[in-house]
C-alpha cells in the first residue's frame, strides 16, 4: 500500500495569533522499511510586517541494509514594507549532508507575478570544501498586451 503514514498531532495553537507552534509525529513506511519523524514548528509573527517561522525535523530511517537519522532546521524571515515591496529569507540545514542553504528574495510587484525579483541563493558544505552552489539573479517581468 502507498500510503502507510499515521501521523500523530500533539499541540497545535491558533494560527491566526502572534505566537503559533505545532507539533507532529509521523510514523509508517519507507521504501522496506519502517520512518519516525516528529516535527517541532514554532511561528512568531507581528501584524501583517514580520513572520519568522523556524521548524526542526528529526528522521529516523529503519531498513533491512540499516538504519540512519537525519536532523533538517530551517527558519523563514519575512519582511513587509508595503503589500507590494517584501523581503524573504531561508536558512536550513541537514545535519546529514552537513550543509547550510541559504536563499535571500526581494520582490517589488507591479501587479501580480510582475515586477522585480532579486535572488540570492547559497549553499555552503561544512566540511571545509568551500561553497557548493552560488547563484545571484535579477529578472524583471512585465506583462504587455501585443494585441491591443
Not at 516535527?39 to 531498513?63: C, E, Y
Request: hydrophobic share 35%.
Amino acid at each position: 500500500r502507498k500510503n502507510d503514514t499515521l501521523r500523530l498531532r500533539g499541540t497545535n495553537t491558533d494560527r491566526r495569533k502572534w505566537l503559533f507552534g505545532r507539533l507532529q509525529w509521523d510514523v509508517g513506511r519507507f521504501l522496506t522499511g519502517k520512518e519516525s519523524s516528529p516535527t517541532a514548528q514554532m511561528t512568531i509573527r507581528q501584524g501583517g510586517k514580520f513572520v519568522l517561522d523556524s521548524t526542526w525535523n528529526h528522521r529516523q530511517i529503519d531498513l533491512p541494509q540499516g538504519s540512519f537519522a537525519t536532523n533538517l532546521g530551517n527558519m523563514r524571515v519575512t519582511y513587509n514594507f508595503t503589500p507590494s515591496i517584501f523581503t524573504q529569507s531561508l536558512i536550513q540545514y541537514n545535519d546529514r549532508t552537513d550543509r547550510w542553504s541559504t536563499n535571500l528574495r526581494f520582490h517589488w510587484l507591479l501587479t501580480a507575478g510582475t515586477g522585480l525579483f532579486v535572488v540570492y541563493n547559497d549553499t555552503e558544505s561544512m566540511n571545509g570544501l568551500g561553497p557548493v552552489n552560488r547563484a545571484f539573479i535579477v529578472k524583471y517581468v512585465r506583462q504587455f498586451d501585443i494585441l491591443r
